[in-house]
């Protein structure tokens, strides 16, 4: 882990996560987190080449559910906490 | 901290027909109203509808309907979980607006038993924090009703505060990513707890991290956190990470004397002398009354703990947050550019400075060339952490430490560390909830009139171990 973030990685991991940041933002930001990414260097001081990640706490058992047509959410339902939509349907920006 | 009646007798006084639930109600929500221009617990409080709920109740009681654990009983629910109609934020300024279309499982459960629900509690904002003063864009801070100059504690800071401020019977519903329940239990003097991963269910709960977050409760006395746990436990076919697990009765758990107890020291040694002395008079009295008491080391989760825990947490929290976009809920802005510039303005504006420092964070942790060495390994290192709790668990029934290195601190003195500082606040919470372990919080002593809490962790599903501990430690005179 010896990567360690400059503004250019910064901005980039910024436009990746859709941030805008101001200058102050990156100048509050980029000392904090190469603060942070340090200490956290210390997970290479332990071995852990033959152990599985946990991506959960507890085994966990695949689950599907039935495969039954259930009641869903009407239309309007759907569109109810949205200002952005027209004719019956969610309206987004400009995607080209 | 006022005497209220416990929930149980409440509601066996409810149902003998020796409380009006409109009357009870109507003075919460006076309280509620009252305090909060000073305290900000609220982000909403929910003055109609709890009463006309508790009204209908009581119309029920008279026609011989009066069932229910929790008949007439006001609840308060953490922002981040979704209560139908009502305003759910998860304390951010981005789902301004959001009114979810469904009650989460948890919220209906605590329905279903006859409780009322009176209001959204203020948190960090998404859960990001550990004092309740990352709280979103236009909100104000919950201060703790001890002295407000202090904080509550976080991320269930409302929670915490105003079960400690309410004269009234009450409990409130909190949620945990990395100790969320037990910070704010502990800096405001009540009773946390949080389940194992997986036993309530998080259908309707705006994530944080998935595979951390677990809803749990908060009351005035252990008893009352166990009964709403009991009431909101259980398997649930709406979240693929629901347990199958046989219920346990919380409630009606007796305080248990003759635990083996294991004392963490690296978690002891890393907190302040004055919440050090407090915790380990509890711990000798739990000795004298017939617990076994040893000492133990965990000096893997001690050391790693904190580093796993962030990266874990904030690499999941980057992807959960990127539904926010301002698009089908939440925050609008006028359609303008392409959607790159839209959603990017929309988030921008609607994430406060924690929030867009953990998606940062997250962002990196998981993006491609150091996915590996950052979140993978964060996520091995998981599994030896949760190795090393199982080895303590199989001589012990639970584990001991103070539940914060210190008492509530005022928020000057907070403003004063760094991200890093405050993240490091949380060693001693931050394992368990790595590992997905039951845990407790209840208030072990006081140091100059501010609660100092100690921290009970049982092993997976051992719940009803936890609140017999958790009880046995409270009762301690």
Known sequence: ?96 | MKKALELHEFVKEVKRGNISIAEHTEKILEEAEKSNSKFHHFNLIAKKSALQHAKEIDAGIKTGQHKGKLLGVPITVKDCICVKNFESRAGSKILTGYLPLFDATAVAKAKAEGAIIIGKTAQDEFGFGTFSNNVGVDFEKPLNPIDPKRCCGGSSGGSAGFTALTSLAHASLGQSTGGSIASPASFCGVAGLTPTYGRVSRYGLIDYANSLDKIGSLGKTTADAALLLEVISGYDMNDSTSLKAEAQDLANANPSNDLRIGVVKEFFKACEEKVQKECMKAIDKLEEEGATVEEISLPLNAKYGIAAYYLASTTEASTNLARFCGMRYGLHGKLEGNFNEYFSKIRSQGFGTEAKRRILLGTFARMSGFRDAYYLKAMKVRTKLIKEFRQAFENLDVLVNPTMPLVAPTFSEINKLSPLQQYAMDLCTVPANLAGLPHASVKAGEHNKLPVGLMITADHLQEKKMVQAAKAAEGLK
């Open chain 1, 1 to 96: 882990m010896t990567e360690k973030v400059d503004k250019k990685l910064l901005l980039r991991v910024a436009e990746n996560a859709r941030l805008n940041l101001s200058e102050k933002e990156i100048e509050e930001f980029l000392p904090q987190l190469q603060e942070i990414l340090k200490a956290f260097d210390r997970l290479d001081t332990i071995d852990v080449k033959d152990e599985k990640p946990s991506f959960q706490p507890i085994p966990l058992e695949n689950v599907a559910r039935h495969d039954v047509v259930e009641k869903c959410l009407s239309q309007e339902q759907a569109l109810k906490n949205t200002k952005n939509k027209k004719d019956g349907y969610f309206m987004g920006p400009k995607v080209m």
